[in-house]
């Protein structure tokens, strides 16, 4: 995981509202990393959880501080330079159609491929 954002405590209290679904104990964890400014191994020590759960959470609470839908997965592949730039421009669009609450677009393929 990246080097974890810092907040202060009005900071974190000001986005409470996107993590209300989360569990007592992962909103715990956010702070401790997000405001108490504690590794992950160091957070997940102090509530007795293990370093993939934290690193879980954690994965889920930035995506909800950034707004990303639950319902997107994380890519991570290697690409010609083409296609990159498409598929960046692709996802510019969709977030674009986010920010203004359109409809996302219409998948360009009827099936949804899915690598195991």
Excluded at 57 to 86: F, G, S
């Amino acid at each position: 995981m990246t080097k974890p954002l810092r907040m202060s405590p009005e900071e974190f209290e000001r986005e409470q509202s996107k993590l209300v679904k989360l569990s007592v104990q992962v909103n715990t964890l956010a702070r401790l990393m997000f405001v108490d400014g504690k590794t992950l191994q160091e957070a997940s020590a102090a509530l007795n959880m293990s370093k993939q759960n934290a690193y879980k959470h954690m994965k889920r609470v930035n995506a909800l501080l950034k707004d990303v839908p639950a319902t997107w997965v994380q890519v991570n592949e290697l690409m010609p330079p083409w296609l990159a730039t498409w598929l960046y421009a692709k996802l510019d669009e969709e977030k674009d159609n986010l920010k203004n609450n359109s409809k996302p677009s219409k998948p360009m393929v009827d099936t949804v491929y899915r690598r195991e």
